[in-house]
T-cell receptor, first 110, second 113 residues
Framework: RKEVEQDPGPFNVPEGATVAFNCTYS??????FFWYRQDCRKEPKLLMSVYSSGNEDGRFTAQLNRASQYISLLIRDSKLSDSATYLC???????????FGKGNQVVVIP | EPEVTQTPSHQVTQMGQEVILRCVPI?????FYWYRQILGQKVEFLVSFYNNEISEKSEIFDDQFSVERPDGSNFTLKIRSTKLEDSAMYFCASRDTTIYEQYFGPGTRLTVT
């Protein structure tokens, strides 16, 4: 079973719309969770950490449900510059190695 | 803003050759990592390094791979005898002791021919 599972998409989103996607993780011992953004052939860039209480950063909202082992990301008022792949990440182990999902590819259309 | 740097950005090598990929982590970070991403696939963990020793490694990180922190700033990944399937982007990452967020370098694209 994959450690982190995401539906890769693509998600074609009209500019200004809201898009939401989620992932599931299999390792119940995972301690920390993140969303990273990756542009084509670039490095993953940290978008936000995900907390049990839910957290918001501007147009981005992340939620964690430990009971269901489920993480979500919502993007409001999508911009063309939001087009990227969004990677769901769980950290575990003594030194917090990161387990990545395949990513949700988002294409914002004018 | 401090950042992780990596050199070279692209390395082409012949099968069987040794390569060394270099990274300079963020200066006050103490945990270091190597990940790789084969084209079209997900990012995969290779190894973590702390206090001058490997703390965890994946099954990908076999005897052909080694890591070193030769001085106070560099962190290197060596592949002893490259195979075609080693072709990938290799990312270095580092983090602080107190927070779990890892910051990635721009990567080295390794092409084995």
């Amino acid at each position: 079973r994959k450690e982190v599972e995401q539906d890769p998409g693509p998600f074609n989103v009209p500019e200004g719309a809201t898009v939401a996607f989620n992932c599931t993780y299999s390792n119940s011992a995972s301690q920390s969770f993140f969303w990273y953004r990756q542009d084509c052939r670039k490095e993953p860039k940290l978008l936000m950490s995900v907390y049990s209480s839910g957290n918001e950063d501007g147009r981005f909202t992340a939620q964690l449900n430990r009971a269901s082992q489920y993480i979500s990301l919502l993007i409001r008022d999508s911009k063309l510059s939001d087009s990227a792949t969004y990677l769901c990440v769980a950290a575990g182990g003594g030194n917090n190695r990161l387990a990545f999902g395949k990513g949700n590819q988002v294409v914002v259309i004018p | 803003e401090p950042e992780v740097t990596q050199t070279p950005s692209h390395q082409v090598t012949q099968m069987g050759q040794e390569v060394i990929l270099r990274c300079v982590p963020i200066s006050n970070h103490l945990y270091f990592y190597w990940y790789r991403q084969i084209l079209g696939q997900k990012v995969e963990f290779l190894v973590s390094f702390y206090n001058n020793e490997i703390s965890e490694k994946s099954e990908i990180f076999d005897d052909q791979f080694s890591v070193e922190r030769p001085d106070g700033s560099n962190f290197t990944l060596k592949i002893r005898s490259t195979k075609l399937e080693d072709s990938a982007m290799y990312f270095c990452a580092s983090r602080d002791t107190t927070i779990y967020e890892q910051y990635f370098g721009p990567g080295t694209r390794l092409t084995v021919t």
